[in-house]
């Protein structure tokens, strides 16, 4: 029997998951649900989806999926996991997962608990580009590295990408951008991480517009810079003692640059197969619940809750 995945939400990334999961052998999306009844049935049709529901908790009752992909706006994403953990379904949720790290705390403790797989949507770790880099810092080739820069942004319209801008929503960019800066740099560096500095800008709809934050660890440094309201010249950059590397849009890129101490490019990467880079995760989630494990090691639980945690220190800046 194919790995029957059911969606809870109805919007432009779940069409890509849905993509995705078409492109992966022995693996199906059973079914689809929304608010909406109209919006599930449209969906349900034009990405070929046997069933569709208004109701989320109707699903899981009826469909007994073996994971529910998450694809709702963040402001439900815990709402919506702890609907799964009910019922023990497998949940793999789009970032940022969670809005605080009491919610975070919260479903992996029912995960483990209960031996229910959750996994985040943390899709650029596992892209060749980001692979490649780690696996060239495994080998020495920038000798010691000690120094990480990232920056993701964009300048969102508030007219077209309202959502963005809406605080009851999840909109700013700690939830949209931030999470992958932090996820990626402590993907490259871990998180023994001796203090953070973190200033953040806010607008007038009491969303946050920029993040600038300092890791400080004991022997290197990352410093990541997000933004919704810049245009960015998006890139990852991890420097050494022997040279650096760099991978341009680091979030969901194709390249990654390998550069000796004289600054002259000894390897370049590029990915020439990847059609939808959801796939890998994809594949994650069916061979760890296939496998009985209750988190990913690429996507373990551990750095979802941290990344919680410091959107709990943004959103102190706040007040």
Same mark, same amino acid.
């Given at each position: 029997?194919?790995?029957?995945?059911?969606?809870?939400?109805?919007?432009?990334? /779940?069409?890509k998951?849905?993509? /995705?999961?078409?492109?992966?052998?022995?693996?199906?999306?059973?079914?689809?649900?929304?608010?909406?009844?109209?919006?599930? $049935?449209?969906?349900?049709?034009?990405?070929n989806?046997?069933? /569709?529901?208004?109701?989320? &908790?109707?699903?899981?009752?009826?469909?007994?999926?073996?994971?529910?992909?998450?694809?709702?706006?963040?402001?439900?994403?815990?709402?919506?996991?702890?609907?799964?953990?009910?019922? #023990?379904?497998?949940?793999?949720?789009?970032?940022?997962? !969670?809005?605080?790290?009491?919610?975070?705390?919260? %479903?992996?403790?029912?995960? &483990?608990?209960?031996?229910?797989?959750?996994?985040?949507?943390?899709?650029?770790?596992?892209?060749?580009?980001?692979?490649? $880099? #780690?696996?060239?810092?495994?080998?020495?080739?920038?000798?010691?590295?000690?120094c990480?820069?990232?920056?993701? =942004?964009?300048?969102?319209? +508030?007219?077209?990408? +309202?959502?963005?801008?809406?605080?009851?929503?999840? =909109?700013?960019?700690? !939830?949209?951008?931030?999470?992958?800066?932090?996820?990626? /740099?402590?993907?490259?560096?871990?998180?023994? %991480?001796?203090?953070?500095?973190?200033?953040?800008?806010?607008?007038?709809?009491?969303?946050?517009?920029?993040?600038? %934050?300092?890791?400080?660890y004991?022997?290197?440094?990352?410093?990541?810079?997000?933004?919704?309201?810049?245009?960015?010249?998006? #890139?990852?950059?991890?420097?050494?003692?022997?040279?650096? %590397?760099?991978?341009?849009?680091?979030?969901?890129?194709?390249?990654?640059?390998?550069?000796?101490?004289?600054?002259?490019?000894?390897?370049?990467?590029v990915?020439?197969?990847?059609?939808?880079?959801?796939?890998?995760?994809?594949?994650?989630?069916m061979?760890?619940?296939?496998?009985?494990?209750?988190?990913?090691?690429?996507?373990?639980?551990?750095?979802?809750?941290?990344?919680?945690e410091? !959107?709990?220190?943004?959103?102190s800046?706040?007040?």
């Amino acid at each position: 029997m194919n790995f029957r995945f059911a969606i809870m939400g109805a919007g432009n990334i /779940a069409g890509k998951f849905c993509d /995705a999961v078409s492109r992966v052998k022995e693996c199906e999306v059973a079914a689809v649900s929304s608010k909406s009844r109209e919006r599930a $049935a449209d969906f349900s049709r034009r990405n070929n989806i046997p069933k /569709a529901y208004e109701d989320y &908790e109707e699903m899981l009752q009826k469909e007994h999926p073996d994971c529910v992909y998450i694809a709702t706006t963040p402001d439900s994403h815990y709402r919506l996991a702890k609907l799964c953990m009910k019922y #023990k379904t497998p949940v793999l949720c789009e970032k940022a997962m !969670f809005m605080n790290s009491a919610d975070a705390r919260d %479903i992996f403790e029912e995960s &483990e608990k209960n031996q229910v797989f959750v996994m985040e949507a943390m899709w650029s770790r596992f892209l060749p580009a980001v692979q490649t $880099a #780690k696996n060239w810092i495994s080998e020495g080739k920038i000798g010691e590295a000690n120094c990480l820069t990232i920056a993701v =942004g964009t300048a969102f319209d +508030k007219e077209k990408n +309202k959502r963005n801008f809406d605080p009851e929503l999840g =909109g700013g960019a700690a !939830f949209d951008l931030t999470v992958y800066c932090y996820e990626l /740099a402590t993907w490259f560096f871990g998180h023994e %991480i001796e203090k953070t500095d973190i200033s953040v800008l806010w607008d007038e709809t009491g969303i946050d517009t920029s993040n600038h %934050i300092c890791l400080k660890y004991k022997d290197k440094a990352a410093i990541l810079l997000a933004s919704c309201v810049s245009v960015l010249d998006e #890139k990852l950059t991890v420097s050494g003692t022997e040279g650096r %590397i760099e991978i341009p849009h680091v979030h969901y890129g194709e390249e990654a640059f390998l550069f000796n101490r004289e600054g002259k490019m000894a390897e370049h990467f590029v990915d020439y197969e990847t059609t939808n880079g959801f796939v890998y995760e994809i594949c994650e989630v069916m061979n760890c619940i296939k496998k009985s494990s209750v988190e990913s090691k690429v996507v373990p639980h551990e750095d979802t809750l941290r990344c919680a945690e410091l !959107f709990d220190r943004i959103y102190s800046e706040k007040n």
